[in-house]
């Protein structure tokens, strides 16, 4: 019985300490009762039979001890999506911050450009992955509990097509969220002197980009939280309209000011008076498209609340 010997020690060294000597005994167990209804001449060939019934002892432990995964795998699909977003978010400000500093300096060097382009995406795509990662295993256990005490009585009550939020949509409005935030707070991605969070904006514009910035924290939030119940309710319908009149209000702040960005910065990009003027009006036309498209949801958002009533 060497042979069997060889399988459960095998066995034990992949299963967990508290859990080794019990489930050594019964797989032991298990295999000598059903060698004695074999004659004693074949239980040599009948053993080897047995075990690859049994299959390799990794993939027995796992079936006896299973692995705790640090993602619940219900919230796998989600875990990617987030983290290719994220990804894609990463690469497209180290990006810009490339190009700003390509844009601000005569001396051009591609490959060293390059090379730290792609050292710093990867840097930050780490902290993203880990962040990440660890919201949701942070989650995990709630999301376990919630499982196991699930009754039918718990499914939402869907009454129209439209109540169910594609998450794709939701990490669409995430993204854009994120990529707004890097543009408000450049001293998130720009180390360079010219370009620190205090001297980007003209200083006026301060409380209101303090404003956008808490309300992009509260956005992204509530969509972060309706990724794992995507339906449309009243109350959820109704904290929407809130954001979006909000929205609405902090675009008709910004959109009074005069100008955004400090002088000397716009000098550095722009140096004819007809271009300044193009890039304000340009600006001005980028926040009325913005609230064009929040004036659209808000009608959309009214005639839902009307349908749930």
Known sequence: ????????????????????????????????????AVPAAEQAAQLESILLHYGEPRQLALRYAPAQPLIAA???????????VMLAIVAAVQGLALLLKWL????????QGLIQFGFATAHMAIIGFALITLVFYLSKNTATTGN??????????????????????????MA?????????????????????????????????RIAILLWCALAFELNFWWLFKPI???TKLQ???????SLLALLGWGAWQSHWLEPQIVASYIQSEQATQWAYWSRQSVVLVIALVVLFELGRDGQRLRKLA
Not at 74 to 84: A, Q, S, T, V, Y
Not at 148 to 173: C, E, G, H
């Open 1 to 36: 019985m060497e042979l069997l010997e060889r399988y459960i020690e095998a066995l034990n060294a992949e299963l967990p300490v508290a859990q080794a000597a019990e489930i050594c005994r019964e797989v032991k167990a298990n295999i000598l009762d059903e060698l004695e």
């Open 74 to 84: 219900p919230d796998m699909r989600l875990f990617w999506e987030l983290n290719k």
């Open 104 to 111: 601000t300096t005569a001396d051009i060097r591609l490959i």
């Open 148 to 173: 196991s005490s699930w009754q039918p009585a718990d499914l939402p009550a869907v009454r129209f097509s439209w109540q169910r939020i594609k998450r794709t949509t939701l990490i669409q409005d």
């Open 176 to 208: 854009t969220i994120l990529f707004a935030v890097t543009l408000l707070w450049p001293g998130l991605w720009l180390t360079e002197p010219t370009f620190t969070a205090t001297s980007w904006f003209v200083p006026e514009l301060q409380p209101w």
């Open 232 to 234: 449309w309710t009243k």
């Open 239 to 245: 904290l929407n309209v809130l954001l979006n009149l």
